[in-house]
């Protein structure tokens, strides 16, 4: 299983321990407050923040914090300023890892970031070292309670998406990433129940790993997840299922 695969697994797991919940909603606060500076505050004609809503919903961030975040960002309320900065480098083995972030100081969050990846036998690298290995997809998660892999995929299909793979907990659904949104509202409109629908980074090829370097590896995916800047970390690692499962064991 691709490395963007299992991450979305292994976070939204984390996302039910309410020891990491209040880390994940100060994550999506910037992220909404970002995209409504950046396009308003309205949800409806500003895709980003609509995305940036949906996936805070998805951590189930309270309504009225949400409704905060957009005036911060559209400057009903003062709030923080915030900089998108993407930062690359390679884990153990090789594997290649992408960093999005949001920060109000560069000149901490880069070498905070390369510290963590020293911790782990990685280092952090130059702009564009792994760019190119990955592209840009829509990726929706559906829990299995939510229906049978042949309706999921027919509903997801008919509405323009990519893919529909089985993820272990999740069916997974890739689309365009224009399209993401009009996938998620096909299958919410066929009853079909969104766990979360993300704009992500797919590799166009993987690094599978043993024990030892998959153990490595989701140690620095974990530590790079909790780091207050970072707001999504994608990586080409693929840990086999059986591999996966004594970890998890």
């Known amino acids: 299983m691709a490395g963007h695969?299992?991450?979305?697994?292994i976070k939204h797991r984390k996302a039910?321990?309410?020891?990491?919940?209040g880390r994940m909603w100060s994550k999506c606060a910037r992220a909404i407050i970002v995209a409504a500076r950046a396009g308003g505050g309205d949800p409806t004609m500003n895709l980003t923040l609509r995305y940036a809503i949906d996936e805070a919903r998805a951590v189930n961030m309270p309504k009225d914090t949400i409704e905060k975040?957009?005036?911060?960002?559209?400057?009903?309320?003062?709030?923080e300023d915030y900089e998108a900065v993407v930062y690359e480098g390679y884990g153990p083995s090789g594997v290649a890892v992408m960093i999005e972030t949001l920060t109000d100081n560069r000149n901490r969050t880069a070498p905070e970031l390369r510290?963590?990846?020293?911790?782990?036998?990685?280092?952090?690298?130059?702009?564009?070292?792994?760019?190119?290995m990955f592209s840009a997809r829509?990726?929706?998660?559906i829990s299995k309670d939510a229906g049978d892999e042949e309706s999921i995929m027919m509903a997801a299909l008919e509405a323009g998406a990519e893919d529909v793979t089985d993820e272990g907990e999740f069916w997974q659904v890739l689309?365009?990433?224009?399209?993401?949104?009009?996938?998620?509202d096909a299958l919410a409109a066929n009853d079909i129940e969104v766990t979360s629908a993300e704009r992500t980074m797919v590799p166009a090829n993987t690094v599978e790993c043993d024990s030892d370097i998959a153990r490595k590896v989701l140690?620095?995916?974990?530590?790079?997840d909790d780091h207050e800047d970072v707001q999504k970390a994608h990586?080409?690692?693929?840990?086999?299922d059986e591999v996966f499962a004594a970890l998890d064991a």
């Open 5 to 9: 695969s299992k991450w979305a697994n």
């Open 16 to 21: 039910r321990q309410d020891d990491k919940r």
């Open 69 to 79: 975040a957009v005036k911060k960002g559209s400057g009903e309320l003062g709030g």
């Open 115 to 132: 510290k963590i990846f020293d911790k782990f036998g990685g280092n952090l690298g130059t702009s564009g070292c792994v760019a190119f």
């Open 138 to 141: 829509g990726m929706i998660l």
């Open 175 to 184: 689309t365009d990433p224009a399209q993401l949104h009009v996938v998620s």
């Open 219 to 224: 140690n620095l995916m974990d530590e790079l």
């Open 235 to 240: 990586a080409n690692f693929d840990i086999p």
